[in-house]
């Protein structure tokens, strides 16, 4: 009986601890010649696709959670890139981008992305991890962390630009800040505001 209780007590203890984040795990790789993409996928929207914008950015979204401004984003990237030529200029820029409260506003939820044709200006925020042009040989890691502390937006994505690039070992760790007490995410929300 004793070990009955110990074991119930336990399970209530964890079952009813408060979550602190919510953490969304997924992958990505692209190969661009002419600002093209050669080839590329991931576990992105619509089985992975790389939009190309007007801008000349290509995105693959990723539905994060519903927007909540009492929240943020903590996210992590990693990637290798190498130059598919490395004889040739290889121009390549990568970000790191989240959709807006004004396109979260719109109510379309995890249904759709800002896809290109939308205003960009107003419904995606970039962040830029990498920017570089030269000739490059060998394959480079990037390791990126970035913070949102204004709000948990509902879509990230990994933008690239550019031309002889090959992204291969994507990974995107999205994650919430859901507590929002005086020792965890609301404590740092209050000291970035």
Excluded at 8 to 30: K, N, R, V, Y
Aim: charged letters at 20%; proline letters at 5%.
């Amino acid at each position: 009986m004793k070990k009955t209780v110990i074991f119930l007590a336990l399970g209530l203890l964890l079952f009813s601890a408060p979550a602190t984040s919510q953490e969304i795990i997924d992958d990505f790789f692209i190969t661009v010649g002419s600002g093209i993409v050669i080839e590329g996928g991931g576990s992105g929207y619509a089985g992975g696709e790389w939009y190309v914008y007007p801008s000349n950015w290509i995105n693959q979204w990723f539905y994060d959670h519903p927007f909540d401004e009492t929240r943020g984003k903590i996210i992590h990237i990693e990637f290798d890139w190498s130059a598919m030529d490395p004889l040739c200029t290889t121009d390549i820029t990568v970000a790191v981008n989240w959709s807006t409260p004004e396109y979260s506003a719109l109510g379309l939820g995890d249904t759709e992305p800002p896809l290109p044709g939308c205003d960009e200006e107003l419904y995606i925020i970039r962040e830029t991890i990498i920017d570089l042009c030269g000739v490059y040989a060998g394959t480079e890691h990037v390791i990126y962390d970035f913070t949102i502390y204004d709000y948990n937006p509902e879509w990230v994505s990994i933008d690239v630009m550019g031309c002889n690039f090959e992204i291969i070992n994507g990974v995107i760790v999205h994650e919430c800040a859901v507590a929002n007490d005086a020792h965890t995410w609301g404590a740092i929300k209050a000291l970035n505001k």
